[in-house]
């Protein structure tokens, strides 16, 4: 049998990769890079480490791609925000969002890009990175929505759109650290409720 036809008939994967990635993404969230061990992760995912090489190459490359599913998936709200047509309105979705996310697992709370890179080592400095340069880049989005906001006179006169966005993006990450401290979703409310007491209509 030539080799082609060979690979077209080999055996197939016995596992649903999007479910595995799912749960990959869940034990990242829950335990940060460094602290989910490959053993957690094939444990989660429900198939070996060579099944998960296979299919998901090493850990970092594992990491990446649950890194844009979480993106795509449970932070997808900073998408749709930054869609919204006012600048208030944006600044309330990623909060509200934040919120959301960082208490909607059950068992857990957080957020995956602070809980991920937490407590990395020097080995693990390429999953630090990348979180931190999700995180920035999070920021430059809202930094340019900020900016066309204050070309449209939807900003207050004087308004700097790189120093509101770091403050909007401080507190929402500031929001999934209090989660992580135990504070709730009605909590967590609160504080958003008390930024946009203060927000300049």
Same mark, same amino acid.
């Given at each position: 049998?030539?080799?082609?036809?060979?690979?077209?008939?080999?055996?197939?994967?016995?596992?649903?990769?999007?479910?595995?990635?799912?749960?990959?993404?869940?034990?990242?969230?829950?335990?940060?890079?460094?602290?989910?061990?490959?053993?957690?992760?094939?444990?989660?995912?429900?198939?070996?480490?060579?099944?998960?090489?296979?299919?998901?190459?090493?850990?970092?490359?594992?990491?990446?791609?649950? %890194?844009? /599913? &979480?993106?795509?998936?449970? @932070?997808?709200?900073?998408?749709?925000?930054? #869609?919204?047509?006012?600048? =208030? *309105?944006?600044?309330?979705?990623?909060?509200?969002?934040?919120?959301?996310?960082?208490?909607?697992?059950?068992?857990?709370?957080?957020?995956?890009?602070?809980?991920?890179?937490?407590?990395?080592?020097?080995?693990?400095?390429?999953?630090?990175?990348?979180?931190?340069?999700?995180?920035?880049?999070?920021?430059?989005?809202?930094?340019?929505?900020?900016?066309?906001?204050?070309?449209?006179?939807?900003?207050?006169?004087?308004?700097?759109?790189?120093? %509101?966005? /770091? &403050?909007?993006?401080?507190? @929402?990450?500031?929001?999934?650290?209090?989660? #992580?401290?135990?504070?709730? =979703? *009605?909590?967590?409310?609160?504080?958003?409720?008390?930024?946009?007491?203060?927000?300049?209509?």
């Amino acid at each position: 049998m030539s080799g082609p036809r060979r690979a077209a008939i080999g055996r197939p994967r016995g596992f649903d990769v999007d479910v595995a990635l799912e749960r990959a993404m869940l034990v990242f969230w829950r335990r940060g890079y460094e602290g989910a061990s490959l053993v957690d992760l094939t444990g989660a995912m429900g198939i070996t480490k060579t099944s998960m090489y296979a299919a998901f190459g090493n850990k970092e490359q594992l990491f990446l791609k649950a %890194l844009r /599913r &979480y993106a795509e998936g449970p @932070a997808g709200y900073v998408d749709a925000a930054l #869609a919204l047509p006012a600048a =208030r *309105a944006v600044v309330e979705a990623i909060l509200r969002g934040a919120a959301r996310t960082s208490t909607s697992p059950p068992d857990f709370a957080g957020c995956l890009t602070v809980q991920g890179a937490l407590a990395c080592s020097d080995e693990s400095r390429p999953a630090y990175d990348l979180l931190v340069q999700w995180r920035n880049d999070a920021a430059d989005r809202l930094e340019e929505r900020f900016g066309r906001a204050a070309d449209e006179g939807d900003l207050p006169p004087g308004a700097d759109p790189r120093r %509101l966005a /770091r &403050y909007v993006m401080t507190v @929402a990450f500031g929001l999934s650290v209090q989660a #992580a401290n135990g504070l709730g =979703r *009605a909590e967590l409310d609160e504080v958003v409720d008390e930024t946009m007491r203060h927000w300049q209509p």
